[in-house]
């Protein structure tokens, strides 16, 4: 399998005084529809099973939008959390990391700039699948290190149930939504943002997809999946881009405080984890009561790991993504944000 080359990113000092800035997640938000869809519920829509699906996937339930409700809508109030916990800055620009936006024009990222009544800055989105929040924190980091600008509004917001084939067993169990948001600036202080990569490789265009091909019979109009290939091709790469994240920051996995990698699927992370060397016990896991919610998937992570008071600033964290393109990359940063609801 080839590997792409990765563009890269590292950091060289703490911030302060004249350095280089280092990029800080200065708080969060999250925001998860309330309507759940369980494994009882996928049982009574298709030929599956509980047990299969727990086996298979670690997934038990997941949650879903209701009428009205947008990638749009989700991540404004995720927004809304992170600004007032990091005590409303105004941002130098806002991104917008999603694969299921209702609009194709305006962007998402604008949408949630008219919500929330800001104006100005520059506002766009990422189409980075599941790897989309960690795309999103590598320019965020680079435009903040580089001093193009200090603060920067992260968003990862995903609704992704309209967009799943509920006929299609091997791909309807897993994906659902939910946003969440990130407050990233040149913050004081130790910790922030360490090393970061982020890659794609297209050749594997084939693996996920929504949209029209022309062999495909339907239209496009769902996600489609190679469930297996999609499998391996995951493990390889959440294997090797953890191994490239460590390396660079200088740690071992012994100095890994937490794993938190894209919530895809329970083996995925199991076989990543145990490759490494990092017992589950560090690994933050919510992957069986939301299942895949792409690119939001690993700041919903962060914030249930930081308000549950189990991330604790100081702590060291490896995340990594992988997701449709395919794309795939991680980051490794010290803990800075914010801890509590
Ligand atoms: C999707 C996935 C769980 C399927 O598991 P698998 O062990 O690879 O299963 P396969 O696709 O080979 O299918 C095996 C059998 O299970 C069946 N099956 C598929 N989905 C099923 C379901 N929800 N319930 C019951 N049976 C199912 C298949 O039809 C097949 O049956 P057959 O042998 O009679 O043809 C697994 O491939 C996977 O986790 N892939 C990665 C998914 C992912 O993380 N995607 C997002 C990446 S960002």
């Given at each position: 399998m080839p590997i792409a080359p990765f563009l890269h990113a590292t950091m060289e000092t703490a911030t302060g005084g004249m350095g280089t800035p280092v990029a800080q997640i200065l708080s969060l938000g999250?925001?998860?529809?309330?309507?759940v869809l369980t494994n009882a519920d996928m049982e009574a829509m298709v030929d599956t099973s509980d047990t299969w699906i727990v086996e298979r996937t670690g997934i038990r339930e997941r949650h879903r939008v209701g009428p009205g409700d947008t990638?749009?809508?989700?991540g404004e109030r995720a927004a809304r959390e992170a600004l007032a916990k990091a005590g409303n800055p105004v941002p130098d620009a806002i991104i917008v990391a999603t694969c299921s936006a209702a609009t194709r024009l305006p962007s998402t990222a604008c949408l949630i700039q008219q919500r929330l009544g800001l104006g100005g800055m520059p506002a766009f989105d990422i189409n980075a699948a599941c790897s989309g929040f960690v795309y999103a924190l590598a320019l965020s980091d680079s435009l903040i290190r580089s001093r193009a600008l200090r603060t920067v509004l992260v968003i990862a917001s995903e609704?992704?149930?309209?967009?799943v084939d509920y006929t299609d067993r091997s791909t309807c169990v897993l994906f659902g939504d939910g946003a969440a948001a990130a407050v990233v600036g040149s913050g004081g202080g130790d910790g922030g943002i360490r090393a970061v990569r982020w890659a794609a490789d297209g050749a594997e265009a084939d693996l996920i997809y929504y949209g029209v091909r022309e062999d495909d019979p339907d239209?496009?109009?769902?996600i489609r999946m190679a469930g297996r290939g999609t499998f391996r091709s995951a493990v390889t790469r959440f294997i090797n881009v953890s191994e490239l994240l460590l390396a660079d920051a200088g740690w071992t996995a012994d100095d890994i405080d937490w794993f938190i990698p894209h919530q895809a699927n329970l083996r995925i992370i199991e076989a990543t984890a145990k490759r490494l060397g990092v017992p589950m016990e560090r690994v933050i896991v919510n992957v069986d009561r939301?299942?895949?919610?792409?690119?939001?998937?690993?700041?919903?992570?962060?914030?249930?790991a930081a308000a549950t008071g189990r991330l604790r600033p100081g702590q060291r964290?490896?995340?990594?993504?992988?997701?449709?393109?395919?794309?795939?990359?991680?980051?490794?940063?010290?803990?800075?944000?914010?801890?509590?609801?």
């Open positions: 999250s925001y998860i529809p309330d309507g990638a749009a809508s989700m609704a992704l149930t309209p967009l239209g496009g109009r769902a939301v299942g895949n919610t792409s690119a939001a998937s690993i700041p919903i992570a962060l914030h249930e964290v490896v995340s990594v993504a992988f997701g449709s393109g395919v794309t795939w990359g991680g980051v490794a940063l010290e803990w800075t944000g914010q801890t509590s609801r």
